[in-house]
T-cell receptor, first 115, second 114 residues
Framework: DAGVIQSPRHEVTEMGQEVTLRCKPI?????LFWYRQTMMRGLELLIY????????DSGMPEDRFSAKMPNASFSTLKIQPSEPRDSAVYFC?????????????FGSGTRLTVV | GQQVMQIPQYQHVQEGEDFTTYCNSS?????IQWYKQRPGGHPVFLIQ?????EVKKQKRLTFQFGEAKKNSSLHITATQTTDVGTYFC??????????????FGKGTKLSVKP
């Protein structure tokens, strides 16, 4: 299995531009998570999908952030418009499901820099 | 809200010394997971503990889950330079009995001097 695949690996964009991050979870995994990692705040959950349905988006910072999962093999996280404070590493992770005892598999992350 | 706290935040050791990181939850956990993130890398799942008082070993790593299922520890014996990285504990936020998202501690960053 190729694992969780994220693209792009690095993104540098100007403030105000739209940014789209992509994630392909492991086939058969029912749960997908978007995390943001910064030095100050650590790993923060942004949104969590189960069977393609958003379950908890309380971590999404504001309306500029949106996430979709149109099918079981693809998810996007969009920031529009982007701001310098959005600079962080964004991780996508998947797990086999809502069973209690499931470790997450993380993708390699997207390092976003907004200038 | 639910919180998972880890100490210390940083640990610098000489190669060959032991290392321990501690994790405490504000609530009782159904299970606790440990992850390792190498510099520039992504978190990698190490292990999951489920039972009260459980102890598991992976070579030089020993993981413990407290009797009250609110705390955990990771101990590394005789550290090596390959142990460098940040170690995170994580506990599930339960949604009415089923596991929702994991809440991660801030991690302990381990550096090892050769």
């Amino acid at each position: 299995d190729a694992g969780v695949i994220q693209s792009p690996r690095h993104e540098v964009t100007e403030m105000g531009q739209e940014v789209t991050l992509r994630c392909k979870p492991i086939s058969g995994h029912n749960s997908l998570f978007w995390y943001r990692q910064t030095m100050m705040r650590g790993l923060e959950l942004l949104i969590y999908f189960n069977n393609n349905v958003p379950i908890d988006d309380s971590g999404m910072p504001e309306d500029r952030f949106s996430a979709k999962m149109p099918n079981a093999s693809f998810s996007t996280l969009k920031i529009q418009p982007s701001e310098p404070r959005d600079s962080a590493v964004y991780f996508c992770a998947s797990s086999p499901g809502t069973g209690r005892y499931r470790g997450y598999t993380f993708g390699s992350g997207t390092r976003l820099t907004v200038v | 809200g639910q919180q998972v706290m880890q100490i210390p935040q940083y640990q610098h050791v000489q190669e060959g010394e032991d290392f321990t990181t501690y994790c405490n939850s504000s609530t009782t956990l159904s299970n606790i997971q440990w992850y390792k993130q190498r510099p520039g890398g992504h978190p990698v799942f190490l292990i999951q503990l489920v039972k009260s008082g459980e102890v598991k070993k992976q070579k030089r790593l020993t993981f413990q889950f407290g009797e009250a299922k609110k705390n955990s520890s990771l101990h590394i014996t005789a550290t090596q330079t390959t142990d460098v990285g940040t170690y995170f504990c994580a506990g599930p936020f339960d949604y009415g009995g089923s596991q929702g998202n994991l809440i991660f501690g801030k991690g302990t960053k381990l550096s090892v001097k050769p």
